[in-house]
């Protein structure tokens, strides 16, 4: 049926006055057939009449004739004349539509929507139930249909059909117009998914068939030669078959543009992937000596290689006259740091930008270094000086020197506080601060709320420890007089996450000062022990302090609140055992938003009520508040089937696969329920989620690091440590393809250097997951490779032997076990020679021990030492509790729990130790 595009020229038919009533409308007559096809034409022959009255008593006469007419309207739809044209094809649709007469202002308004398709035009037909016409206008004008719907008020409306499709009792409705959306890559999965149709393809469509099979998963037809090289390496990268990469096409693919010795390095990585280490092995032999035959600098240590040098020296000097050579040297960062040649990568950095490397440096424990690159000495002696030189450096009126150097004296802060020199870190936080003031005067009155909050948020972000965060909070009370509001409110959030919307107005509320702009330090004491739930600072009557504080909050809060303060104020009622007045919360129907309901729902589950909990939970999906409509969907499935409802639970569970992709800012993406389900610790659901991100992701995108990384993460939690290592590895891979966004944000954003740490992160973690991987496979020689390679990355990450300590003693390798600890121990020891005061290194070498249940009489001094640097860290506390219980001192380990619970009250970790910890009955 052709629909309408156009100003439908029949309208006029209703201008000039009211519309009479139906009854004045001609009836059908005629008994036969043929009597009735006459009375049709004759009728719509009508609607041409010269005659206005005539036209538009014919118009409401074919109308009421109803269906009968369908025949005479599509033949008349073709005629020459316009007017005959448009009037039968206007009612044509009305008839197929079924609009009847008796509701013509209504039928009126879903015209008016028709003659204009738009994604709302879609969403009205739907709730008519004519999901076959809203399927028809969709495929008439598709293009211009799809770039409608992918707006952000395109989007809501495909949320809306879906859940249109769901209240009509089949989510399935929905799918034929989702499927046509989306792209083939997401409806394939999908309808693989949920059991439904595929997208229709040509017959002789080899590459979109291909593309189709493998996200229905089956993989057979991904390496088909007749599918372009570009797409098959994207199915290669995602299904994992490395050996695909030997293949030439794929190679071109992936190093069009690439410089002749970066494409080198990139095939001796590619025989890595591959499993061809031989080959990978002589190809950087190779390059290294033909690179430093051919190098001719006066600074080179040689162009020869040394005699009984080892390989990797070689292949190491080789790598960082190859850096100097490169243009753009970003693409042979990230090869040569997925190979493991970490040294000749920050060797460089500190040559080509020490200001910028020294962000990398510090994030690999490479704290001399780091210190050289910014002119500090590693043992802080010029420390006087140095502040006092980048006093000056600071006060620079040009913006990007002065950011330069304020961020990296911000990160600066935590480090020295994390090497034990609280006093250098508060020198360094106060001359900073002093910065926040001055540069707020240099600032117009536009921008001084931007660049405040800028500079602010350089401090926090490099309060990465308790005792970092009790130093920002305690700087941030005392300037707090001169913050502007919007930075208070954003500030106080950060300080306190978990009540952050509320946590001004409770920090206000608690007692009235005569100033209110400035709060005594009892009311930021109390705001940090409420927010840690310590009910032993409030006293006896603790329960009636925090009652009374609570509802003064809530008043303060006034007439309408959002959901997000009541459920924050729900969550704090009851960690005080405030039940009752956490349901009041929960419950209040007052909120501009129903988001406290999900508090609501977990008190009916906590007791023991999940009907009542899975209607708190629907309409918190129905009220569109897109953070928690899509997310909160496997909670109310649970829920339903708890509550023996298990139809509708079946139907909830296909509408939230059918319910699309939408766009990151809807806070709806698969990426973005992947991520709430992984800080709920749920890896099993996040895995679902994180699936299809990762599959339709474009991996070489700097956006794209953080969902593939989340994914690989919650695999490797869940025990798939082949997968996690593929998904980290599919980053690495395409990664490599010369000037993509991400390479281009390495080397010029002055921010560069963080990704590039980022993916130093990626790279080691795929060795440790792809070195476990082999051990449970028997493949203990592959495993040995990517642990050294792995290693070579991240020289200091214990997380390495934790992980496969224990694998290769269970696998029979206790040789290869010990080789594994004696070299991390070392490396460690090595580090603590040069920083004996590093609490981070002091922790982690004494949770190694713990966690291989070797030297505890060590452990327990070296976690000693970590706490007395930085007593208030969960993290440090935790890893003496466990070396505690470990030495048989269950008492001691208890108490020590419980400490870390008070600095940190919601980290199930250590709770779920506080059991493991107390002696059984």
Not at 546 to 554: E, F, I, Q, Y
Request: aromatic share 8%; glycine share 4%; net charge negative.
């Amino acid at each position: 049926m052709h629909i309408v595009g156009t100003t439908l020229l029949a309208f006029a038919i209703f201008t000039g006055g009211e519309l009479p009533p139906a009854e004045e409308a001609s009836q059908p007559q005629g008994t036969t057939e043929a009597d009735v096809a006459a009375r049709a034409v004759e009728l719509v022959r009508q609607l041409a009449a010269p005659n206005y009255q005539v036209r538009r008593k014919a118009f409401l006469d074919v109308w009421r004739f109803g269906p009968a007419a369908l025949p005479a309207l599509h033949e008349a739809a073709e005629s020459e004349d316009l007017q005959l044209s448009h009037s039968a094809r206007v009612l044509e649709v009305m008839l197929r539509l079924n609009l009847p007469l008796e509701e013509q202002q209504d039928s009126l308004r879903l015209l008016a929507l028709l003659s204009e398709p738009k994604p709302e035009t879609i969403y009205e037909l739907c709730r008519r139930g004519r999901w076959d016409i809203a399927l028809q206008i969709l495929q008439g004008n598709l293009q211009d249909l799809t770039t409608k719907f992918k707006s952000p008020a395109g989007a809501l409306q495909i949320r809306r059909i879906a859940e249109l499709a769901l209240q009509q009792g089949d989510p399935a409705l929905a799918w034929p117009i989702i499927r046509l959306l989306i792209d083939l890559p997401l409806s394939s999965w999908l309808s693989a998914r949920n059991g439904l149709a595929p997208t229709d393809l040509p017959a002789n469509d080899v590459v979109s068939a291909a593309i189709q099979e493998f996200y229905r998963g089956d993989s057979t037809l991904a390496l088909d030669a007749r599918i372009p090289p570009h797409q098959r390496l994207e199915l290669i990268t995602r299904s994992g078959q490395w050996q695909a990469l030997l293949d030439k096409p794929i190679q071109d693919a992936l190093l069009d543009s690439t410089s002749p010795l970066t494409r080198r390095a990139a095939l001796a990585l590619l025989h890595d992937y591959a499993g061809q280490v031989q080959s990978a092995d002589e190809v950087w032999q190779q390059l290294a000596e033909e690179t430093l035959k051919a190098e001719s600098k006066p600074q080179a240590q040689s162009s020869d290689k040394q005699p009984g040098e080892p390989a990797e020296s070689l292949i190491e000097r080789a790598a960082l006259e190859l850096l100097r050579r490169e243009r753009a040297p970003a693409q042979l960062l990230l090869i040569l740091m997925s190979a493991g040649y970490e040294r000749p990568i920050e060797e460089f950095l500190i040559e080509r930008d020490p200001a910028h490397a020294f962000v990398y440096l510090l994030g690999n424990s490479r704290f001399a270094e780091a210190f050289q690159a910014v002119d500090l000495e590693p043992d802080l002696s010029n420390f006087d000086t140095w502040l006092e030189e980048r006093r000056q450096l600071i006060a620079e009126v040009d913006t990007s020197p002065f950011r330069t150097h304020y961020n990296q004296s911000a990160r600066l802060c935590s480090v020295l506080l994390n090497l034990g020199y609280p006093d250098h870190s508060r020198r360094l936080f106060q001359m900073l601060e002093e910065f926040l003031v001055s540069r707020r005067k240099l600032e117009t009155r536009g921008n001084q709320i931007q660049v405040e909050w800028e500079l602010w948020n350089a401090l926090f972000d490099s309060m990465s420890r308790a005792d970092a965060r009790q130093l920002f909070l305690e700087r941030f009370r005392e300037n707090y007089a001169q913050i502007p509001n919007d930075i208070r409110t954003i500030f106080v959030r950060l300080l306190f996450p978990e009540v952050g919307k509320s946590a001004l107005t409770l920090l206000e509320s608690y007692k009235p000062t005569r100033r209110p702009e400035v709060f005594s330090p009892d009311a930021w004491d109390a705001l940090e022990h409420l927010y840690l739930l310590e009910e032993e600072y409030f006293g006896d009557d603790a329960a009636q302090q925090v009652s009374s504080w609570l509802n003064r909050t809530r008043i303060k809060l006034g007439s309408e609140p959002s959901g997000d303060q009541l459920g924050e104020l729900a969550t704090l009622a009851l960690g005080f055992g405030l039940v009752s007045q956490a349901y009041e919360f929960a419950l209040d129907d007052s909120a501009t938003d129903g988001s406290h309901r999900l508090e609501a729902a977990k008190l009916m589950l906590r007791d023991a009520m999940p009907r009542e909990a899975s209607q708190q939970l629907a309409e918190l999906r129905n009220s569109y508040y897109s953070q928690y409509q899509h997310q909160l969907i496997g909670m109310e499935i649970d829920t339903l089937l708890q509550a023996g409802d298990f139809e509708f639970a079946e139907k909830l569970e296909r509408f939230r696969w059918i319910l699309p992709h939408l766009e990151e800012a809807q806070a709806t993406s698969y990426a973005s329920v992947g991520q709430y389900l992984r800080q709920q610790e749920d890896h099993l659901g996040a895995i679902e989620y994180f699936e299809p991100a990762f599959l339709i992701s474009q991996l070489y995108r700097a956006s794209s690091l953080s969902t593939a990384n989340s994914y690989a993460a919650s695999l490797h939690e869940v025990g798939q440590f082949g997968r996690s290592a593929d998904v980290r590895r599919a980053l690495l891979v395409e990664s490599m393809k010369a000037n993509t966004e991400l390479q281009q944000v390495i080397l010029a954003n002055p921010r560069g250097y963080e990704y590039l740490g980022i993916v130093n992160y990626i790279a080691h973690k795929e060795r440790m997951s792809r070195a476990m991987d082999c051990i449970e496979r028997g493949k203990f020689d592959e495993a040995w490779r990517n642990i050294q390679i792995g290693q070579s990355i991240q020289p200091q990450d214990i997380e390495m032997v934790e992980e496969c300590y224990p694998l290769l003693v269970s696998g029979g390798q206790q040789a290869l076990a010990d080789q594994l600890f004696d070299a991390f121990e070392s490396t460690m020891l090595d580090h603590m020679k040069q920083w004996p005061r590093d609490a981070t290194a002091l922790n982690n070498l004494a949770w190694m021990y713990a966690q291989c249940d070797r030297k505890l009489d060590e452990a327990l001094e070296l976690s000693r030492q970590a706490v007395s640097i930085a007593p208030r860290s969960a993290v440090f506390l935790d890893t003496l509790a466990e070396i505690q219980f470990r030495r048989g001192d269950n008492l001691r380990s208890l108490e020590t729990v419980k400490q870390c619970i008070k600095l940190d009250p919601r980290e199930s970790h250590y709770r779920k130790n506080l059991v493991r910890f107390s002696p059984a009955d």
